[in-house]
């Protein structure tokens, strides 16, 4: 790290952004954590996607780089204020808003006609055990086991604005410049990882969040956490493995065209900092990790 410390300058910011809710993480029924971890398992360890985090309450901070596509994982209840805040710069900057879950309830869980002008009228339900997620003509089973039932919540469409949308389809409206897309189930609270991970795909594509590493070998190994720090005059690349064996990886930067290939050892990590060409500036422990370049 003290060899590479100029290179942290002018870090280049994730194209997602998620909003941890504290409105709901300050209720007595806190779905906040198990949301927001769920999302961060998916996005990062199956999707391979990166993303940085923002306060409902300290929304500004999005202007400084604006993302792409802004995320709010089941929140459930939700400041009015912040979800106006985040709507207007839908409208005004073309940002992509992902919610899933109810989108009615105010910061104290009191139902509100907050958005009935966007999506239409809505009625606040309990989950069932098994629930179908729709997205472009396709169904995904949504299960919601032991007690979340008894915990969550979902909205059923009355009088939708999106055409044809039916029952738990997900809505893809326009907004202004940007887009809203919405489901009604509380996916991130649900027992399996399928629909989350298609409903987060369809979004990022939506939005047209571009992925920053190609991974031509482990990419498919979920206990592999991987990305790259990009800054003005190079890149950190940070590599996890919480995967039971050895894995061979082999990702290629788009950016520079360079690909890297390393053995990532089962429990431990790989780091390694690269120039604004794409060469090899410093690797964490040499005498272990062996980084091979390639074009």
């Known amino acids: 790290m003290n060899d590479i410390r100029d290179l942290f300058t002018d870090r280049k910011l994730e194209e997602t952004a998620v909003v941890f809710p504290y409105s709901n993480d300050f209720s007595n029924r806190s779905l906040a954590f198990d949301a927001t971890t769920r999302l961060t ?17 300290h929304l500004d901070s999005l202007k400084w780089q604006l993302p792409k596509l802004i995320m709010i994982p089941s929140a ?10 985040l709507l207007e710069m839908v409208r005004s900057f073309g940002v992509t808003l992902l919610v899933t879950g109810p989108l009615g309830l105010d910061p104290y869980w009191k139902v509100s006609d907050r958005v009935d002008d966007i999506i239409g009228q809505r009625r606040l339900g309990n989950v069932q055990r098994e629930e179908v997620m729709s997205l472009e003509g396709q169904t995904f089973p949504v299960s919601f086991g032991q007690r979340r039932i008894a915990e969550v919540a979902k909205e059923e469409q ?14 893809n409206l326009p907004l202004g410049k940007g887009r809203l897309i919405w489901s009604p189930l509380p996916l991130e609270l649900n027992g399996r990882d399928e629909p989350i991970a298609e409903l987060y795909r ?12 190609e991974w031509i070998d482990g990419g498919d190994q979920p206990g592999l956490y991987g990305r790259k720090l990009n800054f003005e005059n190079g890149g950190l690349y940070i590599f996890v493995s919480e995967f039971s064996r050895d894995t061979q990886v082999r990702v290629r930067d788009k950016a520079t065209g360079l690909s890297y290939a390393f ?21 964490y422990r040499p005498e272990d990790v062996n980084i091979e370049v390639m074009q």
């Open 158 to 171: 009355l009088s939708p604005k999106a055409d044809g949308a039916m029952g738990d389809e997900v809505v």
């Open 76 to 85: 459930h209840n939700f400041d009015s204020t912040s979800l106006e805040h």
């Open 202 to 213: 369809y979004a990022l594509t939506a939005a047209g969040v571009e992925r920053e590493l």
């Open 263 to 283: 053995l990532l050892p089962r429990s431990r990590s790989v780091l390694f900092a690269v120039d604004r060409e794409g060469q090899l500036l410093a690797v």
């Open 41 to 57: 398992r998916v996005m990062s360890y199956d999707l391979k996607q990166p993303f940085r985090a923002v306060s409902e309450y």
